[in-house]
Each structure stands twice: as C-alpha cells, then as structure tokens.
C-alpha cells in the first residue's frame, strides 16, 4: 500500500511518494541542473529578477508576434507569477504590437457560489489579467474581447476556443502541490483508495470544476491574502492536461516564493528522469514532447536543515 500523506491523509499528494525519490530530489543543487536537461526537456537558469520577469513577458510578445489572420494563435497564461503582466503590457505598446488576431488563454479561476469569479472579486484571476495587463494596453492595439478565453463553471466554450485558435506556449508557475493551474492531487477515496488515478487516466482530464487540495488553499492564503484562509475559495475551474496537451511548449517558471526549494527540485528531478505519479501532477508533463523549466537563481534556495 502506498504510504499516507504527512500533510491530509484523506487526500493523495508528493508526500506519499517512495522516500527514495524525496531524498534524491532534495540532494539536487543548481550545478545538478543543467545535467537534468534532456530531449523535450530545458532548462534555463536566470541571474536576476529583471531578466527572468523580462523573459517571461517575451513569451507573450513572441507568440503574439506570429498570430496573423490566417493563423490565430497566442498564449495560455498563469496569475502566479504576476510580476510580468506590466511588462507584457509595457512591450505590447512601446513596440506598436497590433494584437487584433492574437489570443489569451487564462489557465484558471476561482469558483464562488457556484459560478466562476467575476471580475469584482478581490482574487479573480480574470480581474488580476485585465488590471495588470490588458487595460494597460493601448485601446489601438488590443486584442478583442472575444479573443480573450477565460474558463468558467461551464468550461464547453473554453474548450473549443482551442480548437479556433492555436495556443503556441502554456506558461505557468507551481503550487506548492506541484501543480500547474490547479490540477491538484484527487482524494484519497472510491478507486483512487489505495493508488492515485494512473497517469494515463489524469492526462484524459479537461478543463473543469476542482476541489482543492488543502496545501494549495493554503498557498494562496499565504501568496495573495497574508493568510486569511477564509476568503480562499475551496474550488475552481483549471485548464485541463487536455488543452495542455494541445500547446506546443509548456513553460513553468519559479522564482521561488510560489513553492519552495524542495518542491522545485522534486518536479525537476521527476521530469528528467520520467517518472510520472498523478500524486505529483506537475510530473506528468514527463510525457509531454517540450517543457522548459525557468528557475531564477536566487530563488533556488538549498534543503539544508536551517533552525530559525
């Protein structure tokens, strides 16, 4: 029987993964990373802040840049990080980037009373894309409304809209779960009592309505409220592998206060060394053929014991 999580035993999360691929992950440093780099696999590591928050933002500029009439196509982007959305914006405008074909992907939203986040709530993913960035936007140059995706309680439109538009690049962070959007681990009940939903099985979700897992509420307590757990909605709307298996490149960036050193070593190390377990969802991108891993050095940080 696989072992109980440390953290929700009712619940499947990295924690109940063989201990010989935690210790293994936790030994990793920044030379290791580098060795990690296989086929389908990068990984760029970036000295400062400026570069890795420009570098990020050029993703958006990049794919928007090749969207024509003819071939509709943009970006699936995360809230987490935020700090490149103003230099999305900041670019779009200082290079007179025409995004009338161009097409926005937002990976998430909140689910409250049912229906999916309007843009008046405080920690709408949707509000947060629109503040930060697209009302930046020079009015001239922005993309229409209709282009830009955002799922929602009933995800069939968003689901399509990747059929009409070609999403070049899915960008994300990671959850302290080790999730990219909020493909969290599932309960520990039912089928999935004694094993998590094999890999194959997680890969056929689409987008759709999650329950959280409580290490994820808790994160977003700490990252967007100072850790008022009570105003962090319990579910959501995520992307789903589906879709993000329609996209030609998965791009994950860390710049080390989304999760901590442990877990950015744990998905790294699982990635390059294929071994998928839907306890980790972040692992399964193993199997998908280009997936760049973006890290910001001093953010790396060590697994050293530290008393404080």
């Given at each position: 029987m ?11 999360d ?11 992950a936790a ?10 780099e296989?086929?389908?696999f ?8 400026q ?15 090749q969207a024509t009439a003819?071939?509709p ?14 230099l999305?914006a900041q670019m ?5 980037l025409d995004l009338?074909?161009?097409?926005f992907?937002?990976?998430?939203e909140?689910i ?9 709530f405080p920690?709408?993913?949707a509000?947060?894309?629109l503040e930060?960035?697209f ?13 830009m ?13 990747y ?9 994300g962070?990671?959850?302290?779960t080790?999730?990219w959007?909020?493909?969290d ?14 890999p194959?099985?997680?890969r ?7 329950e959280?897992h409580?290490?994820?509420?808790i994160?977003?307590a700490?990252?967007s409220?100072?850790?008022t ?5 319990s ?5 789903g592998?589906?879709?993000t298996?329609q ?16 877990g950015q070593r744990l998905?790294?190390y699982?990635i390059a060394n ?14 998908h053929a280009?997936?760049v891993f ?8 060590v697994?050293?014991?530290?008393m404080h």
């Amino acid at each position: 029987m696989r072992n109980y999580s440390k953290i929700a035993k009712d619940w499947w999360d990295y924690t109940t993964l063989d201990r010989s691929i935690l210790d293994a992950a936790a030994r990793l440093t920044l030379d290791n990373l580098p060795k990690l780099e296989r086929k389908g696999f990068q990984i760029h590591i970036y000295d400062t802040l400026q570069e890795f928050y420009c570098a990020e933002a050029l993703e958006y500029i990049e794919g928007w840049r090749q969207a024509t009439a003819d071939h509709p196509c943009g970006i699936c982007g995360p809230v987490g990080p935020t700090e490149q959305l103003p230099l999305v914006a900041q670019m779009v405008n200082a290079l007179n980037l025409d995004l009338r074909h161009a097409h926005f992907w937002g990976m998430d939203e909140w689910i409250v009373d049912g229906k999916a986040a309007n843009e008046n709530f405080p920690l709408g993913f949707a509000k947060a894309d629109l503040e930060l960035c697209f009302n930046r936007i020079r009015p001239e140059l922005r993309m229409p409304r209709e282009n830009m995706h955002f799922p929602s309680e009933n995800p069939a439109g968003y689901i399509e809209s990747y059929n009409r538009a070609k999403c070049l690049v899915m960008q994300g962070g990671q959850g302290e779960t080790k999730h990219w959007a909020f493909n969290d681990p599932v309960r520990r009940e039912g089928k999935y009592a004694e094993n998590p939903p094999t890999p194959e099985e997680y890969r056929r979700l689409s987008t759709r309505v999650v329950e959280l897992h409580p290490i994820t509420l808790i994160q977003n307590a700490r990252t967007s409220g100072g850790g008022t757990v009570q105003n962090v909605p319990s579910s959501a709307v995520s992307v789903g592998p589906v879709q993000t298996w329609q996209c030609d490149r998965v791009s994950i960036w860390h710049p080390g206060h989304h999760d901590n050193p442990f877990g950015q070593r744990l998905s790294t190390y699982m990635i390059a060394n294929k071994i998928a377990d839907s306890a980790v969802p972040m692992s399964l991108l193993s199997d998908h053929a280009n997936v760049v891993f973006n890290f910001y050095r001093n953010g790396f940080g060590v697994c050293d014991v530290e008393m404080h």
